[in-house]
């Protein structure tokens, strides 16, 4: 055979196999996306949550060149907007981006979920840690947890909390600190986050267990006063604020978290494309910066990392509503 044959032959053949190789991979992995993808966000607008999805989503429209849409399903504390997800196509176009209610801590409050957690969701990754934080009205007397503990003993459920509904990461953070302060608050429940804010700076409310990232301007404008952190390490971005740990209250960490988890069945493949470039996402040095200034800790890692964390968390969960006492839903 001559040199010239035996080169055609040669591509040929190398063709051929690379023909093959594409071949052998999943359909759905090679043409996903194929079409504009929903990430179902279970809160309202406003809320870090949705901050956190949208700045997300540009990223993810950036890198595979179709478009993520943040699409806002508020309602029954995150349990809406997972319960669609959880009956989509399993085909990677349908995601869930939500925080630890639904995925973790409704197993513990409602007697029955149109879902299960456990079986009915696919992790990709955990975008983000949350630290919370615990902030009064200006109005209020009390410059210091231990000030708001002694008013709140005086006066037996007559201070107000907001929440975003029974189960929400507000009302199950409020339910932690009175087990641990033995004091009674009244929570007062709202459509989503931003509404409970709302209702607070309007001094309707008096106290709420709310994110950093959207608590953080009104603190520095004194619409609000923090009283303390609820995670176990200070944030830079709210200084001189202790750690409920500092003020007294040993070992208490209330921290959350916001991950990316898609329908079951979802193919391996699709969920390996999305996990990684959730990752090359969070270490761009922009998105970085944004969620650092909002008082997030970027997280990434593996999807069998997400999975375990959300065990943990159920079993967190578990423990904090019985020994609350609360009714389930």
């Not at 399903?73 to 990677?92: K, L, Q, S, T, W």
């Not at 000030?147 to 037996?156: G, K, M, T």
């Not at 996402?281 to 200034?293: G, I, K, N, Q, V």
């Amino acid at each position: 055979m001559g040199d010239a044959r035996k080169m055609a032959f040669s591509f040929s053949a190398a063709a051929v196999g690379a023909c093959l190789t594409l071949a052998s991979l999943p359909a759905t992995a090679q043409a996903y996306p194929s079409k504009p993808v929903r990430v179902l966000v279970g809160f309202t607008a406003g809320g870090s949550i949705d901050i956190v999805a949208r700045l997300l989503a540009q990223k993810l429209s950036e890198s595979f060149g179709q478009t993520f849409l943040v699409e806002n399903r508020a309602g029954a504390a995150g349990n809406i907007a997972a319960e669609h997800v959880a009956r989509a196509a399993p085909d990677g176009h349908t995601l869930l981006f939500s925080n630890t209610t639904p995925l973790a801590s409704g197993l513990s409050i409602y007697k029955k979920l149109p879902f299960d957690p456990r079986q009915d969701f696919a992790p990709i990754v955990q975008v983000v840690d949350q630290p919370m934080v615990m902030t009064v009205h200006p109005s209020l007397p009390v410059k210091s947890v231990k000030d708001l503990v002694a008013l709140a003993r005086a006066h037996p459920g007559k201070l107000n909390y907001g929440t975003t509904g029974v189960g929400g990461g507000h009302h199950l953070r409020g339910e932690q600190f009175m087990m641990y302060a033995g004091v009674k608050l009244t929570p007062v429940a709202y459509r989503g986050g931003a509404q409970a804010q709302n209702a607070q700076l309007a001094g309707e409310i008096e106290v709420m267990f709310d994110t950093v990232p959207t608590t953080i301007e009104h603190v520095q404008s004194r619409r609000l006063r923090a009283l303390a952190i609820m995670s176990g390490k200070p944030v830079a971005q709210l200084p001189g604020v202790p750690t409920l740990d500092a003020s007294g209250y040993k070992g208490f960490d209330a921290s959350g978290w916001m991950a990316l988890v898609a329908p079951a069945k979802t193919p391996p493949e699709i969920l390996a494309r999305l996990n990684k470039a959730v990752n090359a996402a969070l270490a761009t040095p922009d998105l970085r910066s944004r969620l650092e200034a909002l008082g997030l800790t970027v997280a990434g890692g593996s999807t069998e990392a997400l999975l375990a964390l959300i065990r943990r968390e159920i079993d967190l969960y578990a423990r904090i509503v019985k020994a609350s006492g609360l009714e389930l839903q």
